[in-house]
């Protein structure tokens, strides 16, 4: 599977559905596993849905800061952080968790094809963003120069 294909990659409502009620039944509990968690945030960061894709991202932020105890399910954790905050079109927070995951291991070839997704993203957002704002200027300029234009016709 390529980026694009994991970056467009969405959960199934059955897996989505079966975590969650997996997590909510260990929340009830008191305890919630660290496995169990990272599943129900892997879920929810390939959800369609932006609300879910925040609140998988608020799981993995927990899991990286209080329960990353070990190397590999760091970078899970950061990859997956990147993933999600890309799928929001938050490439500037994807490409420093992208960084943050190479630092540790960066002959990670997925991680790599990652890093150069977002990058290119980023550039086409702002090519695009140019060329908005080059359509809104030129639009103006037509209506201040019509605008004129008229003013002048009804003086005469």
Same mark, same amino acid.
């Given at each position: 599977m390529?980026?694009?294909?994991?970056l467009s990659d969405v959960v199934t409502m059955e897996d989505l559905k079966k975590f969650?009620?997996?997590?909510?039944?260990?929340l009830t509990t008191g305890t919630v596993s660290q496995e169990t968690k990272f599943h129900y945030a892997w879920c929810l960061?390939?959800? &369609? #849905?932006?609300?879910d894709i925040r609140k !998988?991202?608020?799981l993995l932020e927990q899991l990286i800061k209080?329960?990353?105890?070990?190397?590999?399910?760091?970078? &899970? #954790?950061?990859?997956?952080?990147?993933? !999600?905050n890309s799928r929001l079109k938050e490439y500037s927070t994807a490409l420093q968790f992208i960084k943050a995951f190479l630092h540790m291991?960066?002959?990670?070839m997925q991680a790599q094809n990652l890093l150069v997704t977002i990058q290119k993203k980023m550039e086409s957002d702002a090519h695009k963003g140019m060329a908005v704002a080059g359509a809104l200027a030129l639009g103006l300029s037509a209506v201040v120069g019509i605008g004129f234009a008229l003013s002048k016709s009804l003086k005469k």
């Open positions: 390529d980026v694009e294909d994991v969650e009620k997996e997590y909510h039944n260990q960061v390939r959800s &369609n #849905y932006p609300a !998988g991202l608020i209080h329960e990353a105890n070990d190397e590999d399910a760091k970078r &899970n #954790y950061l990859y997956y952080l990147a993933l !999600g291991q960066p002959e990670n």
